[in-house]
């Protein structure tokens, strides 16, 4: 059972920024890959990023590439999403997300899930 907590979203202002945080625990947190997703009002979840522990392997979905960074903290068994140049159409509430599938797109195959945190853009 692994337990996931995000942490850090909030209401910016176009052009701005926000770092998500992702706390794991339980057994065997290192033995997943880590995922962040997105759902906006009206609309399907959307795969944002996915990452491996050591952080050497990432994937992004093409809108926040070169925007977005994922990142892990070993140590503190935490991950990050840093959000820059923010638009008002990366409104959504964010989720953190495990699966034993490394660098997964698919929500379907991410096992554990956190309670997700909110991300408002204002134009």
């Known amino acids: 059972q692994v337990q996931l907590v995000e942490s850090g979203g909030g209401l910016v202002q176009a052009g701005g920024s926000l770092r998500l945080s992702c706390a794991a625990s339980g057994r065997a947190v290192s033995a997943y890959a880590m995922g962040w997703f997105r759902q906006a009002p009206g609309k399907e979840r959307e795969f944002v990023a996915a990452s491996n522990w050591s952080g050497r392997s990432t994937s992004y979905v093409d809108s926040v590439k070169g925007r977005f960074t994922m990142s892990t903290d070993n140590a503190k068994n935490t991950v990050f999403l840093q959000m820059n140049s923010l638009k008002p159409e990366d409104t959504a509430v964010y989720y953190c997300?495990?699966?034993?599938?490394?660098?997964?797109?698919?929500?379907?195959?991410?096992?554990?899930w956190g309670q997700g945190t909110q991300v408002t853009v204002s134009s």
């Open positions: 997300a495990a699966t034993v599938w490394a660098l997964s797109t698919r929500g379907d195959q991410y096992r554990y």
